[in-house]
Structures are given as C-alpha cells and as structure tokens.
C-alpha cells in the first residue's frame, strides 16, 4: 500500500512530488531536454525486485550523454531505493527522469547548463487501459513516421515522446489502444513496445534502426533464441501470432492490427507466463537481473 501524498525524489531529498518546486524558465521543459527510464519493480518477499535495473540506468546515461548531460547513477539508484521504501510500494513502476536547466532563461546552448535528477514512482501495475490488456491490443497503423535516428536518435529522451504521443493520440480518437510505426515497407515499434512475430513456431523481434533498443526485448531474445531481422509489412500481415514488449506492457498478445484480427495465441500466452515467472524471481536461472531493495516494514506481499 503507497503512502499518501505520493513521496518523490528530487536530489537527495524525498517530498510530496506536488511540492517539488522547479523553475518553469528551465530549458528542459521548453525544449525537452531530458532523459528518462521506465522501470519496473515486483514484490518480493520482505521487499521488492527491481528487474534489469543497470541496464535501464545504462541507458539512460547514453541518452543523456547525447546532450552532453552528466547522469548521476549513483544518486538515481539511491533515489529509487528511497522513493520504493518510502512509498511502501512493492509491485511499482518506477520513473527517474533528468534534466537540463539553469532556471535562468530560454536559450538553446545547454552546454554549460546543470543536469537535474528526480525519481518518481507508483503502484501502477501498466500504462495499457484494462480493454487492452483483457482483449489484447489493438494498434492502428500510423499515419506519423518514428523519429528518423538522423533527427532524435531512439533513446529514452522526453522531446522524442511527442511523436508517440501524437500517433497514440490519434489511435486512440479512432478506437485503438495505441499505434504502429512503420518505415515504407518496414515494421519499427509500436508506440512505447517493441513487436514480435511468431511464424511456423519461430519467433522473429522486428529490427529497426529507429526503434528504442527495447531491454524486454533483448530479455526475450535471450530466452527466446528468436531471430532479430527486419520485418515487413506483408510478413507481419501473415504472421500467425504477433505481440508487443515493454516493461510496462511485458508480454502482450497483438489482436487486431488495423482491419487484420488474431486470436492471442498459445506460444505468447505462454512466453507472457514465462517472463512474468522471472521478473517475479520465481524463475531462479537469472538473479542476475533481479536488484533487490529490502524492507523490513513492507507486509502483505508474497
Ligand atoms: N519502444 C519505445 C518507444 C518505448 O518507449 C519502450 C518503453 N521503454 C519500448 C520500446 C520498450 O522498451 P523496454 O523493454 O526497455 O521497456
């Protein structure tokens, strides 16, 4: 059970994140110029598991080193253990996020400017609405192109979301659950997961230069043996089951793709069950991955 009002973290010091004060003159939120993660955390007993945590914190430091900001990993990783333990939270989605500003004006030369690092996190089990997650999803083909990895290269930095926000934006007008991105002929991502097929039993992750380096699916790559190529279109059409990854959504049956419907078939079922046996740290092959914050107080979670 969380705390209330909500404890963030904002370097160093754990407040109600509504009483974080933060200048509006900082560049970051003029431009979006900052750097993010999604991360998830499972109960546990006697605390939570943060899953693949480096890796996350990995690369949030390379995307902010394209803007030439100095992530603190240390500070985030301390930052996120206190805002778990201080929310009493197990089963949570986790959100460091930093920035650039200097509170003092609008101007676009970031390079003398202070990087800024807070965390926030909340009992949300996913960002997908109910419907998707008990139909499976429904993506409508965008009309809107991924960022080009020649305009925003695909890293977790907050301008890029404008473009899935758009795409999602207009999805969900017309029914959706989110939106597809593709290249031409060429399948990238959806909105914030990763996609696979599943053809003749073989899985296949869909590689594309400009869709975020997805640390699900390289998760899944390495149970899986799946091959990662580029997928087209028409092979994505003829696929026998199709499904998205992410850390928030985890393993999720694709069911319908614009007019195209598939039922959520056995070898996803089955992959989403085994994925959530490992994050969960039932499946004990891969404590590797598994980061655990402890907590004495923490009751009521198995
Ligand atoms: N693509 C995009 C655009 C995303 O935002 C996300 C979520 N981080 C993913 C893919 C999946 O990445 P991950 O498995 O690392 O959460």
Not at 5 to 31: I, N, T, V
Not at 105 to 133: E, F, S, Y
Request: charged share 25%.
């Amino acid at each position: 059970m969380s705390a209330s009002p909500h404890l963030a973290w904002l370097e160093g010091r754990l407040l109600p994140a509504c009483d974080a004060k933060l200048s509006f003159m900082d560049q970051g939120l003029h431009y979006g110029l900052g750097v993010f993660e999604g991360i998830r955390a499972y109960a546990v007993p006697g605390g939570r598991s943060i899953f693949r945590l480096d890796d996350h914190l990995d690369r949030m430091a390379a995307g902010g080193a394209l803007l030439g900001m100095d992530i603190d990993r240390d500070a985030l990783a301390g930052g996120i253990a206190d805002v778990l333990r201080a929310n009493e939270l197990g089963d949570a989605y986790i959100r460091p996020i930093a920035w650039l500003g200097d509170g003092q004006g609008l101007k676009l030369d970031v390079n003398a400017m202070r990087t800024r690092h807070a965390v926030a996190a909340l009992p949300l089990a996913t960002h997908l609405t109910a419907a998707a997650q008990a139909r499976g999803m429904w993506l409508q083909t965008s009309t809107y192109r991924r960022n080009h990895r020649d305009s925003i290269p695909p890293m977790k930095l907050c301008g890029a979301y404008v473009n899935s926000v758009l795409s999602k934006r207009a999805a969900m007008l017309a029914g959706f659950d989110g939106s597809l991105f593709c290249d031409g002929e060429l399948v990238c991502e959806a909105t914030a997961e990763n996609l696979f097929i599943i053809k003749d039993g073989e899985l296949i992750a869909a590689d594309h230069p400009d869709a975020l380096p997805g640390i699900t699916r390289k998760t899944l790559i390495t149970l899986t043996g799946a091959t990662s190529r580029p997928v087209t279109r028409a092979e994505l059409f003829d696929a026998d089951e199709v499904f998205l990854c992410g850390t928030s959504a985890e393993v999720l049956p694709v069911t319908r793709i614009d007019d195209r419907i598939w039922p959520a078939g056995a070898i996803t079922r089955e992959l989403a069950a085994t994925y959530a046996d490992l994050v969960r740290g039932r499946d004990t092959t891969r404590l590797d991955w598994l980061t655990i914050i402890e907590d004495q107080r923490l009751k009521g979670v198995a």
